[in-house]
């Protein structure tokens, strides 16, 4: 009965090493969607950036065009034969002189928002640079953690093989049959007359029995193999 509870405190430690390394993985997996996200708002950020840059341009050419046609204007003031073609020239630059207005209003409105997505970028390109040593830094972690736990896997599957040697092979089998059967636990410990994995409760005659310890016993609601512990 020893052995097969060395057995079984094997295998859990087996089970409990497993699944902390299945978590590395998942754990790395975290990281780098975490750099990715940040990448990806960087880089909308930038676009963003580059979008007002050319629209900045477009309204500095538009202003441009909007000049020249202005000293067009102011040409024909020199030239109109009449007070009415005279008001129509005043007419028109007032006109034009409004749209520049506005978008030279534009442009530095423009301007305001290149100077804000710039510094949110610089900070933002600091921030991930941050994150990426982090990162790296943490991986670097849980690759040394998984090392460890390979080796320790290996250890406790050298002690498993030694404990199996150890063992009847009839009664190997059934407990492993067990163990696959159960959840991965084949061997149950009773206290109070419970059995502590199924959590039911001990006939009193075969407590009794499991007492004597004479014969190995098996729990009569969950099947598996059970033992008295104080």
């Avoid at 199924?198 to 014969?215: A, S, W, Y």
């Amino acid at each position: 009965m020893k052995l097969l509870i060395a057995l079984q405190n094997c295998d859990n430690r087996i089970r409990d090493t497993e699944k902390k390394k299945d978590q590395c993985p998942i754990k790395m997996a975290s990281l780098d969607e975490e750099v990715n996200k940040a990448e990806l708002a960087l880089g909308q950020a930038k676009e963003k950036l580059e979008a007002i840059k050319k629209e900045r341009r477009q309204v500095e050419r538009d202003i441009d065009d909007l000049e020249v046609k202005k000293k067009k204007s102011q040409a024909k003031l020199s030239t109109v034969s009449s007070n009415k073609e005279y008001r129509a020239a005043l007419k028109e630059i007032e006109e034009l002189d409004r749209a520049k207005g506005l978008l030279e209003d534009k442009a530095l409105e423009l301007m305001d928002q290149v100077e804000q997505f710039e510094q949110e970028i610089k900070l933002s390109t600091k921030e991930l640079e941050a994150l990426k040593k982090k990162t790296d830094e943490e991986k670097r972690t849980i690759k040394g953690e998984m090392g460890e736990l390979d080796a320790l896997l290996s250890t406790l599957i050298q002690e498993r093989d030694e404990i199996c040697r150890q063992i009847d092979r009839d009664l190997l089998s059934r407990y492993d049959m067990l163990r696959e059967r159960r959840g991965g636990v084949a061997v149950s410990p009773v206290i109070s007359g419970v059995c502590q994995t199924c959590h039911m409760g001990i006939p009193p005659q075969k407590f009794n029995e499991l007492i004597r310890g004479d014969v190995l016993m098996s729990c009569p609601n969950c099947q598996r193999i059970i033992y008295l512990s104080l």
